[in-house]
């Protein structure tokens, strides 16, 4: 059972950057695609960012591209979000996850998630 563990939230400044990072318990990371996905209050989880096994392939939803990257580390076990130009409505909760369908953008694309990290964008 893999493990996923957020870091990297905290309270920003709109307009400003933010690097989350999602560590893995499992060597068996590399075998999975990875993805982001954020959840405000009352609304569903919504998908934001993928990056496959092999880092070959990334996939955004349309809204962020160009804002947020994704990234990973096999070597490491980790995933990163890059985020950038930060806006009060990028405050979420922020999770990763990781899955087996290759661009997956829905919550039933991914088998483990993470416990979330707060992100809040607020002058």
């Known amino acids: 059972q893999m493990q996923l563990v957020e870091s990297g939230g905290g309270l920003v400044q709109p307009g400003d950057s933010l690097t989350l990072s999602c560590a893995a318990s499992?060597?068996?990371?590399?075998?999975?695609?990875m993805g982001w996905f954020r959840q405000t209050p009352g609304k569903e989880r919504s998908f934001v960012a993928a990056?496959?096994?092999?880092?070959?392939?990334?996939h955004y939803v349309d809204s962020l591209k160009g804002q947020f990257t994704v990234s990973r580390d096999n070597a490491k076990n980790t995933v990163y979000l890059q985020m950038r130009n930060l806006k009060p409505e990028d405050t979420a909760i922020y999770y990763c996850?990781?899955?087996?369908?290759?661009?997956?953008?829905?919550?039933?694309?991914?088998?483990?998630w993470g416990q979330g990290t707060q992100v809040t964008v607020s002058s």
């Open positions: 996850a990781a899955g087996v369908v290759a661009g997956g953008d829905q919550i039933s694309d991914y088998n483990y």
């Open positions: 499992d060597r068996s990371f590399s075998t999975y695609n």
């Open positions: 990056v496959s096994w092999n880092k070959a392939n990334t």
